[in-house]
C-alpha cells in the first residue's frame, strides 16, 4: 500500500460504507489514518457526502481500499447517482 | 505459505475476486501478501449498474480476510502440481 500514501483514496468498509480520504498512514494490520475524510451515503432516494475530517480506521473493518481515478472522479455528478448501499460482508 | 506462493506464480494475470459482501471485483492481479490480501490492476467491478459506488477506482487493494472466491483463468493452473503440492504440506508435521 506504500503507493497509495498521500492520495485520495476510496475505502469500502465490512458495513458497506463507502469512504473517500488522503492515506496518511497504515500499518500491516491495513488500520488507516485518513484526512480530509468523507463518507458518501449512497441510496436509492437520495445521496449524501459527509465530511468526517481525520480519520483511523480500523483494519479488520476494511474491505477494500484504492486510488481514486481524480478525473473520473470529478466526471460523475455524485448529487445525482442513486444507489442501494453495499451490503455488508457476511462470513 | 502454499497458497501465497501459488499466488506469487498468478502475478499478471487476470482474475476476479469475489468478496464475502457478494461484490465481483476483475482485475489484473499486481501482489499478494503473506495475508493473502490481494492488489489489482485497472479494475472494474461486474455489476457496475449495481455498484457506481466504486466506478471512480482505478485499482485496489482487497483485505484477504473479505475474500470469498479468487476466480482465476483455467489455463493459469496446473491443477496436478497444485494438488500434489497441497497434499505434502497437509502431510508435513505441524
Redesign the interface.
Known sequence: ?DD?RNKKV?L?T?D?R?VVGILKGFDAQ?NLILSKASE?A?STDSFREIPQGLHVVR??T?????????E??DA?DWPS?R??P?????? | MLFYSFFKTLVGQPVVVE?????L?QGTLVSVDQFL?IKLDG?RVEDER??????????????G??VRYVHIPATAVDTALLQDAARKESQQPK
Open positions: 500500500m497509495l476510496l469500502v465490512t458497506g463507502v491495513t458518501r449512497f483494519g479488520d476494511i474491505a477494500i481500499i484504492g486510488e481514486i481515478d481524480e473520473k472522479d460523475i447517482v444507489a442501494d453495499i451490503p455488508a460482508i457476511r462470513i | 468478496l464475502k459482501n457478494d461484490m471485483i490480501n479494475v449495481k455498484y457506481p459506488h466504486v466506478a471512480s477506482l482505478k485499482n485496489s487493494f482487497i483485505r480476510s473479505v
